[in-house]
Nanobody
Framework: QVQLVESGGGLVQAGGSLRLSCATS????????MGWFRQAPGKEREFVAA????????RYADSVKGRFTISRDNAKNTVYLQMNSLEPEDTAVYYC?????????????????WGQGTQVTVSS
């Protein structure tokens, strides 16, 4: 099992920044790829970003490219999502996820483990 705990969500004005954290524990060899997803009310869960734990290679959704940055701290077993230039459309519950797949997948069904989510609200 892999345990994931997100933190860092909150309320911010448009144009502001937030940094989400995802602390991981448990069978760390099962989390070769880490992803961030989000789900707004009435919408499906959508991919935001992913990172390969070992090499640090990344993948982003077009909607966040240039504004969000995913990173990881090996010593702290923590993945981060730095979100800049936030827009009201970024309002959602943000989830951290882990998979033992070898590719930077954007498909929620390919992730085996999920955190509880953290709310991000961007006011206009």
């Amino acid at each position: 099992q892999v345990q994931l705990v997100e933190s860092g969500g909150g309320l911010v004005q448009a144009g502001g920044s937030l940094r989400l954290s995802c602390a991981t524990s448990g069978r760390t060899f099962s989390r070769t790829i880490m992803g961030w997803f989000r789900q707004a009310p009435g919408k499906e869960r959508e991919f935001v970003a992913a990172i390969r734990w070992s090499a640090g290679t990344t993948r982003y959704a077009d909607s966040v490219k240039g504004r969000f940055t995913i990173s990881r701290d090996n010593a702290k077993n923590t993945v981060y999502l730095q979100m800049n230039s936030l827009e009201p459309e970024d309002t959602a519950v943000y989830y951290c996820a882990a998979t033992n797949q070898l590719v930077l997948t954007a498909t929620p069904g390919n992730y085996n483990y999920w955190g509880q989510g953290t709310q991000v609200t961007v006011s206009s």
